[in-house]
Structures are given as C-alpha cells and as structure tokens.
C-alpha cells in the first residue's frame, strides 16, 4: 500500500483528501504545519506529499527544498488556490511533480498521484541498467540504484549509456517493447549534468492529434473550448532537464513539425499565446518501430529524425541477456518480498531452466510480472514450477518432448499415435491463443473440463 502525507492547514480540505485516497487503497497522514510535516517524515517513510504552498509557519516551496535534501527517494505535489504559472515553473525545476491549482477534481488529482508515484517509483528503481559485477564504475554514471548484469551485451550497453551521459546530445532509443527504454532514458539522465532538473516522461502513443499541441506546448486560459485554466506543456515542464518522447513514431505529421521547430529553435509558445519562451531541454526519444522504414512510408520526417539522432543505442531484447536473466529475476524476487512481506529465498532449478529456455516476448516487464506473480503463489522458501504461467513452465518441456519424439522411434501403437497427436493439437491451439484455457477449448470444441483432462493425459497439467 502506498503511503501518502497530507500537508494543509485547512482541516476540511485534508480530511476530504485523506477519506477519498483512503477510499482508492491509499494509507494516508496528515500534518496542519511544516513543523509536523518535517517531524511526520522523520518517523515514516512516504510515497508522495501532497503539499499546500501556503502553511502558517512556512510555505510549499520551502518544504519542497527540504524534502528533496532530506527524503529524495519522496515525491511532491504542490496544493494551492492561486494560478501562477512563474511559481509553477520554479517548484518543477527545484523537483516537484507537479503543481495543482484549487479547486480539486478528484479524477484529475487520482490519475496525478498514481503518475508521480509510478514516476518516483521508476527514478528510484532505474530498473535494467546493467554493470559487468566486479568491473569499475565510472565515476560520472550513477549506477547505485541499478541491476548489475554480467553478458557481454550488458557491458557494451552500460558503455553506450557512459559515453553519452554527460552530454547534451539528443538519444533515439530502440528496441522492443518492454526492454527497458524509458529506464535506460532515466540512467542518461540522473548521470549527466541535468541531474537535479526535472525528467519529464511522455507517451506518443496514447496523444490525439488534438491533445498532442496543449500537451506539447501548453495552452492559455481560453485558448480554444474547454482551456478552462492555463496548462504548462510538457516542454516547459522539463525546462532544465530532460524530456523523453516514449514511441514518438506515433505523432501526426503537423506535430513533427511543429516539434521539428522548437528543437531548432529551443523556444516554445503555449497554445494562444504571442509570447515565445526560451527553453533548455534535453530529448530523448524511444520506439519499436524502425524510424529508416518509417521515413521510407513517408510517416516520420526525415529532418526531424536527423535532429535526434545524435546519438542512437539499441536495447537488445532479454532473451539474448544470457546469465543477466537470473540476475534480473533474483533482484525483481527482492523486490517483490519487499512488496508482499514475505520471504521466498530463490528459484527452483526447473524454473531456472524455464527462465533460461523461454523466449520473452514481453522482456523484462514481462520477467517483472511474472517474479511477482509467482513470488504471491509461493507458499515456501523456493519458487516451484507449478508457481510459473502455463506458457512458460511448458515452453522447456515442449522442444524436448518434441525432440524425443524424433530420437526414440517407437513401435506402431493407436493409443500413442492419438495421443501424440492430441499433444499436438492442444500445443497449437495453445500457443495460438496465448495459452488462454478458455479460449483454446471453443477452438477445440470442447468444454474447460475435458481440455484439463486432455491436457492431464498428455502431461501438461503443471
């Protein structure tokens, strides 16, 4: 459960706040002061705070400086009535999340808490970045939050992010999809000189054509119907730090232009506006798609795609880590006892074969769900076999099977005959379906039940 502290000296406003985080899986204090603010945090630990900028013995900017220097590993969101968009500036750049204006919807604060957590959450793990074990570390690249792996493809990717850490070049990262961009984009930018500015994550995939501007850019009260408030654009909002564009092959046409502009001449006009503002941002952008092939389509420009290309690393996917798989396993099993409470000591060797075997479509996210997952089903010191998906604990077992079939000739036999090919049958629609049960018995016309029985028959019940 995730812990947030409450700093307002108006008791209506925080004991609303406190019973509807309370309500959405929250635990939840309070503080009226920055006094007992600073005394709440020196007895707990917390996720997030939740600050209003004016207190009477203090104010929020104050509080922020100190929970950064004190508690960095805590987020902060800034409370207040009054919309000052230089103020909202500042507070970003000194390490606020971001900065609310009053009065509060309660969709709106929810999906900002859960944003700053999980952004807090990833800065701190920097999940991915691996470091050959016993090797050197550089004395400018942070890797004390990071996995440290032990592949040769592990090392040239650390020296790749070593080499252009400290410099201001913009980065393409590519690779496929859950192998870890946006926290090697995290590592370039907590180990450059851009450090203590702000690392402003956004994802293109999910951006309309119409959002994609005011979100970019920023708006103006009354800039067009439903600009209700002034917004701060991503660009804005990163000035001093970082700004990383995740699956950036997914913007329109007239944004890519637009962003083409700014990049050239690092200045940004919210939605609007007539004023140009001086920006200082550093790009980083990520895709699984190939941006030359998108170029080729005519879908990304090709003068957009020179401008961040000053430097490109490619992730390779977790099945050709080699021996970084169970190192990244046995850091996520760390992770997860810290989360679950509990004590699981390792992996047994069937799921080490399984780790080992399996191809990881989904990388290391996938790896990530898949350690909690079966960490929660483990009622003992060690990870069984039956604690892992179905997909995966039965991908070791097929090419063997298969292969026995191949080696050792058996004597003509009915039985074995239609249940080797019911075996086949199943694993086919199996893999098909993505190992969905439910689903791969409609294909096979027939009833849950009588596939586990089937499945039981030909050994793939575990």
């Not at 026995?404 to 003509?412: A, G, L, M, S």
């Amino acid at each position: 459960m995730r812990n947030i502290l409450i700093v307002d000296d108006e008791l209506n406003i925080g004991l609303l706040l406190s019973k509807f985080l309370t309500r959405n899986g929250f635990e939840v204090s309070t503080a009226t002061s920055g006094k007992k603010a600073m005394e709440c945090l020196s007895v707990n630990s917390f996720d997030l705070i939740l600050c209003d900028y004016r207190l009477e013995d203090t104010d929020g900017k104050e509080i922020l400086i100190k929970v950064k220097e004190l508690y960095p590993q805590t987020g902060v969101i800034i409370i207040t009535g009054y919309s000052d968009i230089r103020l909202a500036v500042e507070l970003i750049k000194l390490g606020a999340y971001d900065y609310i204006t009053k009065p509060l919807y309660p969709d709106e604060i929810l999906n900002t808490i859960n944003k700053a957590i999980e952004t807090q959450q990833a800065l701190l793990e920097a999940v991915g970045i691996p470091v050959m074990e016993g090797s050197p570390k550089p004395a400018h690249f942070d890797t004390d939050n990071f996995i440290i792996g032990q592949s040769e493809t592990s090392k040239e990717l650390l020296k790749q992010i070593t080499l252009v850490s400290p410099t201001n070049y913009s980065v393409i990262l590519t690779g496929e999809s859950g192998t870890g961009k946006e926290a090697v984009a995290k590592a370039i930018h907590i180990s450059s000189l851009r450090k203590d500015g702000p690392f402003v994550a956004m994802d293109c995939g999910s951006l309309t054509k119409d959002l994609a501007g005011s979100e970019f850019f920023g708006h103006e009260k009354g800039a067009f119907t439903g600009a209700t408030y002034t917004k701060i654009g991503h660009f804005e909002m990163a000035n001093g730090g970082t700004l990383f564009l995740d699956e950036v092959a997914n913007l329109s046409y007239d944004i890519q232009a637009a962003l083409l502009r700014i990049v050239q001449e690092r200045k940004v006009k919210r939605l609007g506006s007539t004023k140009e503002i001086d920006i200082d941002v550093r790009i980083i952008v990520a895709t699984n798609e190939n941006l030359v092939n998108a170029m080729s389509n005519g879908r990304f420009r090709e003068d957009l795609y020179h401008r961040f290309n000053e430097f490109s690393i490619n992730l390779p996917p977790l099945r050709d880590r080699g021996k970084d798989i169970m190192v990244f396993a046995n850091s996520f099993l760390k992770a997860a006892n810290q989360e679950l409470n509990k004590n699981v000591a390792a992996f047994s060797k069937e799921v080490e074969a399984c780790f080992y075997t399996y191809n990881w479509p989904g990388n290391v996210r996938e790896l990530k769900n898949v350690v909690r997952r079966a960490t929660l089903l483990t009622e003992g010191q060690t990870i069984p076999l039956k604690a892992l998906p179905l997909e995966i604990s039965t991908y070791a077992k097929i090419p063997i099977a298969e292969a026995e079939v191949q080696r050792q000739p058996k004597p003509v036999d009915l039985k074995n005959t239609a249940l080797e090919a019911e075996y086949e049958a199943i694993i086919k629609v199996l893999r098909e379906v993505n190992f969905n049960k439910t689903k791969a018995a409609k294909v096979l016309n027939i009833d849950r039940k009588t596939l586990y029985n089937k499945m039981k028959a030909v050994n793939l019940d575990s």
